[in-house]
């Protein structure tokens, strides 16, 4: 069997990246800080995917072990020595501190003398994730080390779609993920073309697919949650039984498409992207997944980024010409947003408290164009509670 190293066995891990790996007859090795999952991958050396439809179908994953980074660090090197592609899912924040253990590995494996091309797939909620852990890990590696990443090491985009639900089970490798699901890679940047992965799309050009997902089903779900939180609900599935939070959905998708369109044009035609935004609302309303507002709506901070999910959309439609009413909503309701289980919502009000309004907008959001940091207050202040 073909040997794959995953960093992250979350339910992302397990039920998505996991998945594909071993349909496609790869040995996959789990690298996690969680020790009850790692010990437990190592005990069964398998788990069980169940899909949340009326079928509640069972897929049994084998071939797995996990290693506890934490603890053997040397043991990842050496696993990442030997892999045949590395890939992450362990979100955007953590993939810094995998970068030295990435390095160490590549490192091996130019002393070992491996000319067998690797790639390392960051499979993140984010644009440009494979380049950015290239960044990283690039600053452990000597000058041969890099020559050697030049020859032999890809660091290939991709974009990832699949919704798992927070859950909590007995077994704690069960794991109940959606039906659909969407990988994409660039394989315009892939070293190793001497396979590709059944169920996963190639693209030459990954960036419209990146942005069609993130403005999409990411901005979306996005919505749903801050609307919910705003209105009191507890779950996706409870928000959007009610009108205006389908609406708000519906608006931002018409904004999401209007942007798409003028910048992919190309590779989307609007009746595509009606399509694709009809099922993404019946993703979000599908009645086997309860997926809790907080789960969808954490970390307020991060989702007011420059190149995240609202202001971005909102920097570039603007730019264009275009309305962003709908997007501008929701980020008054992400300042309104208020979990005090969820750190960043905590910090978020306390700087709301103590900070002049406009400085903390240019501070959370990166913009400088006053127009827009005008509006934002505007609608700042309309949600404030």
């Known amino acids: ?92 924040n953590i993939l810094p501190f995998i970068a030295e253990l990435i390095a160490k590995g590549i490192q091996k494996r130019r002393t070992d003398n491996v000319d067998a091309p690797l790639d390392v797939i960051a499979c993140e909620n984010m644009i440009g994730g494979s380049e950015f852990l290239h960044e990283k890990v690039d600053a452990f590696l000597s000058g041969e080390d890099k020559n050697y ?27 109940v993920v959606e039906p659909f699901h969407e990988w994409v890679i660039d394989e315009s940047q892939l070293k190793n073309t001497t396979f590709k992965l059944d169920g996963v799309h190639y693209a030459t050009d990954l960036e419209p697919f990146i942005e069609r997902k993130l403005f999409s089903v990411n901005s979306g779900h996005a919505t749903v949650a801050y609307n919910s939180a705003y209105k009191g609900y507890k779950t996706i599935l ?12 519906k608006a931002v998708q018409v904004e999401t498409r209007s942007l798409l369109l003028a910048k992919w044009g190309s590779y989307f035609t609007e009746e595509d992207l009606k399509a694709y935004h009809e099922t993404i609302i019946s993703r979000f309303a599908n009645p086997q997944i309860i ?95």
Request: net charge negative.
């Open 1 to 92: 069997m073909k040997k794959a190293v995953h960093f992250g066995a979350g339910n992302i891990g397990r039920g998505f990246i996991g998945e594909i790996l071993n349909k496609n007859d790869f040995e996959v090795t789990f690298v996690d800080v969680n020790e009850a999952i790692i010990d437990e991958l190592n005990a069964r050396h398998g788990y069980t995917i169940e899909l949340a439809n009326d079928a509640h179908e069972k897929i049994e994953i084998s071939a797995v072990s996990g290693i506890n980074n934490a603890k053997n660090p040397d043991e990842v090197v050496n696993a990442v020595a030997q892999a045949d592609v590395v890939t992450t899912a362990i979100g955007p």
């Open 149 to 175: 990443v030049s020859a032999f090491v890809g660091f290939p985009n991709a974009a990832v779609d699949r919704i798992v639900p927070g859950q909590h089970h007995d077994d704690v490798l069960y794991v």
């Open 291 to 385: 997926d809790d507002v907080t789960r969808v709506a954490r970390t307020p901070i991060r989702k007011l980024g420059y190149d995240e999910r609202f202001i971005r959309p909102i920097r570039e439609l603007s730019e264009r010409g275009l309305t962003y009413e709908a997007h501008l909503d929701v980020v008054g309701k992400i300042f309104a947003y208020n979990d005090p289980e969820d750190a960043q919502s905590v910090e978020l009000q306390e700087k709301l408290a103590s900070k002049n309004l406009t400085e903390l907008i240019k501070e959370l959001t990166g913009l400088s164009d006053e127009k827009l940091l005008g509006e934002i207050e505007e609608v700042v202040k309309k949600y404030a509670k």
């Open 238 to 249: 409870e928000g959007l039984q009610h009108e205006e939070i389908l609406a708000a959905l």
